[in-house]
């Protein structure tokens, strides 16, 4: 089944203690990116790559760092989390290097840092 | 000032009604998704276009962008189309997205 995969679905961590959150897709996708979602706010764009080895910064970015070495793997690393990152996140892939085509998303991680 | 305002915020129809959905943004931009999320936080893509319409069963979307406005309209609106609509674009010529802050729409049996 060609899907979006990320886990955790929810994760309870500390201040200060390293995450990842994963986001794996089977559809041979280009374009990858990172979302979070805040009440109030929307979504908002945090990252996204557009292939292998490529990245670039969208709205908000602070704080979060992105790594592309495969195709199909986008993983979202929180170095040091802060309260301020506590957030529904949400990655999407589309089928070329670019965001005009259609987006597919996975199934969201719910994010608490205490 | 949001660059994508869509409207209205919240809906509440009656199930089999007519409703419609829309966005305008203030910048450039060369397409538009629609996105539909329901309760439980799961995202699907709706519609991505460029120009005119496209239809999907009871959902229409349009587009102008010499006008920079979208509109979502979905026929004989159902309980289980009740979900947050969600508009996002690139800016011409960049590849990242803004979106919209989303339409709650709730129809009632």
């Known amino acids: 089944e060609a899907q979006v995969t990320q886990n955790p679905r929810y994760l309870i961590t500390v201040t200060g203690k390293k995450l990842t959150v994963t986001c794996s897709q089977n559809?041979?996708?280009?374009?990858m990116s990172w979302y979070r979602q805040d009440p109030g706010l929307g979504l908002r764009q945090i990252y996204y790559?557009?292939?292998?080895?490529?990245?670039d910064k969208g709205d908000v970015p602070e704080g979060y760092k992105v790594s592309r070495k495969e195709k199909r793997n986008f993983p979202l690393i929180l170095e040091s989390p802060s309260p301020n990152q506590t957030s529904l996140y949400f990655c999407?892939?589309?089928?070329?290097?670019?965001?005009?085509?259609?987006?597919?998303f996975g199934s969201g991680t719910q994010l608490s840092v205490l | 000032k949001n660059e994508v305002e869509q409207s209205p915020q919240n809906l509440t129809a009656q199930e089999g009604e007519f409703i419609t959905i829309n966005c305008s943004y203030s910048?450039?931009?060369?397409?538009l998704h629609w996105l539909q999320q329901h309760p439980g936080g799961g995202i699907v893509s709706l519609f991505m276009?460029?120009?005119g319409k496209k239809k999907h069963g009871r959902l229409i979307a349009t587009i102008n962008i010499q006008e920079k406005h979208s509109s979502l309209h979905i026929t004989a609106s159902h309980p289980r189309d009740s979900a947050v609509y969600i508009c996002?674009?690139?800016?011409?010529?960049?590849?990242?997205?803004?979106f919209g802050t989303g339409t709650r729409l709730t129809v009632i049996p």
């Open positions: 276009l460029s120009s």
């Open positions: 559809m041979n996708h280009e374009y």
């Open positions: 910048v450039g931009i060369s397409a």
């Open positions: 790559s557009m292939n292998v080895e490529v990245t």
């Open positions: 996002a674009a690139p800016r011409t010529g960049a590849n990242n997205l803004f």
């Open positions: 999407a892939s589309s089928l070329m290097g670019d965001v005009r085509e259609k987006l597919f």
